[in-house]
């Protein structure tokens, strides 16, 4: 690397790392802020499915047949029970679980016990217990299930062995005995699933922000406070002041990048059991560490290109942010694209469209199945193109006209 | 040494420019055809009113603009041909250029020391002498940011000096400054010429032109109506000091505002 190119980089990182407020609404506000916004999603969601196991629900019970309570103890549901005789009305309950305040009515046939009894074999009456819930009430679906399947499972069981003996000559064949060991699954490959969703997606919009608040201030910032015409009249090559300044641009927006991304991170873990999944299940290849890395390198140094091109020509900073609005829609657009459709099914003449092929890639490589033309097609076209339009930026800082207004 | 062969400047304009100067042409003739040649061991003061062209002219020669027309020669190199050699001889200051404001006057000279190529050692030295020379160590520590004008001006003009140039090239050097620190500049800018550099200065202020420069340029209209030794111009215009000949060149050569 050329000296002029090195003190450039040299002094941009200490233009920031020395200003106190420039860090802190670079990197710590935005990273404390993903954090909070995160974690308050997490939790928000973490809420909802805990207080439904933690809700103990109302629950009605009429003609209540002797021996259900040994049952439903046994089978430790657990509930708010009303016993109701015959007599008593259950619309006023009907409309109460309407409402949404009452979770389960169950209704057992009157002399439920003596029909059981009486029955001696074909024909005979089969007595029937009738559930009343709301399938739009989470609370009362969840009650009507736990109650059928353990209170009056438990129930028709000692039942069943009181009328024939051995039940487990009724039972033919059991269902996974054990339901965890039936599970059969990737942890990584169903973590990298979920992630894939939303990474590359979070990473795009992320590094371009980066890209975007940086590149602003130190071009067209500086071009507005007159500073950067003091770096035109040094000995150096227009080249290595751009080169100087995108390295060092790069270099800061991938940290940015980094506390974002270990922010989101960091937000969701607090999800506990989180639906993202435990993200150090996530296991790289070092050949895949090394594809997701040179990836983001070069999307990085794209960005960095795109916002210097656009900062560059704009003549003010409010000038500046709005031209690169356009380019942060597009970014964002093709980010969202991929959120939808997964990447290894597509075509590969689709890894030769510049940003949408990295999300591809990011979300290939997550679940493990970026194939090395996908993966080299991307690095190829989003490297040519950073290389052009960098290019076109030491173009314009060549020109009179875009320096100088001249 | 200095040449400059028949510089014109154009500057295209824009819709906006276009109106707030109320004209229907798209093009500014800044400077027209204008030659002049400043030669090492003197000062050569281009003095003319405001835009007149001055900074333009100054612009081209240390390579920020280029020539529409005609040819500038720095130091023996066409402006058009090794831009970075040149900027290597040449120090210019300018009140559009300005240092880094979140930076100390240390820093920056440092840093454009190293631009420069220079060693630490050096760099220094260089930044001992030229901050007791004007002033600048009991603040080199200070934010630019922090600084008056004065003190801006004098620290740019220590940190353009760095690299102890052979041609120097001051656009308006005294502007803001206060008596004493003028004259500080000026003193410097003599000592320079005693040691052989070449230097060319743009004012609008008759004094100093007439106690500091051995040429004078008189610029109006971005034409050079006169040039020479301030006995020359005051004998040509047959008048007895520099103001009034001024006076007597922008009668004459004012085109549109020739009432004044
Ligand atoms: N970037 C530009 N675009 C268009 N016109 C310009 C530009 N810069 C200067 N001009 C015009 O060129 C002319 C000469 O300007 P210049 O700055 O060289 O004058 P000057 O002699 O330095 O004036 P001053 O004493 O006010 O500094 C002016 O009419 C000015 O309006
Ligand atoms: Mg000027």
């Known amino acids: ?406 | 040494m200095i040449c400059i062969n028949n510089l014109t400047k154009v500057y295209k304009l824009t819709r906006k420019q276009m109106q707030e100067q109320k004209t229907k042409k798209n093009m500014k003739k800044a400077v027209d055809q204008l030659s002049l040649k400043a030669v090492p061991g003197e000062i050569y003061g281009l003095l003319g009113p405001n835009g007149a062209g001055k900074t333009t002219v100054l612009r081209c020669v240390a390579t920020l603009l280029k020539p529409t027309d005609g040819s500038i020669s720095v130091g023996g190199i066409d402006t058009l041909d090794k831009s970075e050699e040149i900027r290597k001889k040449i120090s210019f200051l300018t009140n559009e250029i300005k240092l880094d404001p979140q930076f100390s006057a240390k820093y920056m000279f440092n840093f454009f020391g190293r631009l420069h190529g220079l060693d630490e050692a050096a760099i220094n030295e260089r930044r001992e002498y030229l901050f007791n020379y004007f002033g600048i160590k009991g603040f080199e520590d200070k934010k630019i940011d922090e600084l008056s004008t004065g003190m801006k001006q004098k620290a740019s003009l220590a940190v353009s000096l760095v690299h102890d140039p052979e041609i120097v090239i001051f656009d308006e050097p005294t502007t803001g400054l206060d008596i004493v620190t003028a004259r500080s500049v000026t003193d410097y800018l003599k000592l320079l010429k005693e040691e052989g550099k070449t230097i060319i200065i743009s004012t609008h202020i008759m004094t100093e032109a007439e106690k500091l420069c051995d040429r004078i340029g008189i610029i109006i209209d971005g034409r050079l109506v006169m040039e020479g030794t301030l006995d020359e111009i005051l004998k040509d215009t047959n008048t007895a000091d520099l103001e009034d000949a001024f006076f007597e060149l922008y009668k004459q050569n004012s085109r549109e505002e020739a009432c004044i």
Request: hydrophobic share 45%; glycine share 6%; aromatic share 8%.
């Open chain 1, 1 to 406: 690397m050329k000296n002029g190119t090195k003190n450039i980089i040299k002094k941009e990182l200490t233009r920031v790392f020395t200003d106190k407020k420039l860090i802190l609404s670079l990197f710590i506000l935005p990273g404390v802020l993903i954090m909070v916004m995160y974690s308050i999603m997490g939790n928000l969601i973490d809420n909802m499915v805990s207080d439904i196991g933690d809700h103990v629900p109302n629950v009605y019970i009429q003609n209540s047949p002797e021996g259900l309570e040994d049952a439903i103890q046994a089978a430790g549901f657990k509930a708010n029970i009303n016993y109701l005789k015959a007599s008593d009305e259950t619309a006023s309950v009907q409309d109460s679980i309407k409402a949404g305040d009452t979770d389960l009515l169950v209704v057992f046939d009157e002399n439920f016990m003596d029909t059981i009894y009486a029955y001696s074999g074909n024909g005979d009456a089969i007595p029937e217990v009738k559930t009343f819930y709301n399938p739009s009430e989470e609370y009362s679906s969840t009650a009507r299930d736990s109650f059928v399947n353990s209170a009056l499972q438990a129930f028709r069981q000692t039942l069943l062995a009181e009328r024939v003996g051995n039940v487990e000559q009724l039972q033919i064949f059991y269902i996974d005995k054990v339901p965890e060991s039936s599970v059969v699954m990737d942890e990584g490959k169903a973590t990298g699933k979920s992630l894939s969703m939303l990474l590359p997606f979070l990473i795009n919009i992320l590094l371009f922000q980066g890209a975007m608040s940086l590149g602003v201030d130190a071009i067209t910032g500086e071009k507005e406070r007159g500073t950067l015409s003091s770096m035109l009249l040094s000995p150096i090559k227009r080249r290595e002041i751009v080169n100087g300044k995108l390295i060092s641009l790069a270099i800061l927006t991938s940290l940015s990048a980094v506390i974002y991304v270990v922010s989101v991170v960091i937000g969701i873990q607090n999800l506990q059991g989180g639906s993202m999944g435990d993200i150090s299940k996530l296991r790289f290849s070092p050949v895949e560490l090394v594809q997701l890395l040179t990836i983001l390198l070069v999307l990085v140094y794209l960005f960095v290109a795109v916002v210097a091109f656009v900062a560059v020509h704009a003549r003010t900073q409010k000038e500046a942010a709005t031209y690169v609005l356009p380019m942060y829609i597009v970014v964002m657009l093709a980010s969202i694209m991929t959120m939808f459709s997964g990447g290894a099914d597509k075509g590969i003449k689709y890894f030769a469209l510049p940003i949408y092929n990295s999300c591809l890639c990011i979300q290939n490589l997550l679940v493990g199945e970026l194939t090395i033309q996908q993966y080299g097609l991307t690095i190829g076209t989003l490297a040519l193109l950073a290389f052009l339009v960098s290019a076109l930026v030491t173009k314009a800082f060549n020109s009179e006209k875009v320096m100088f207004n001249a």
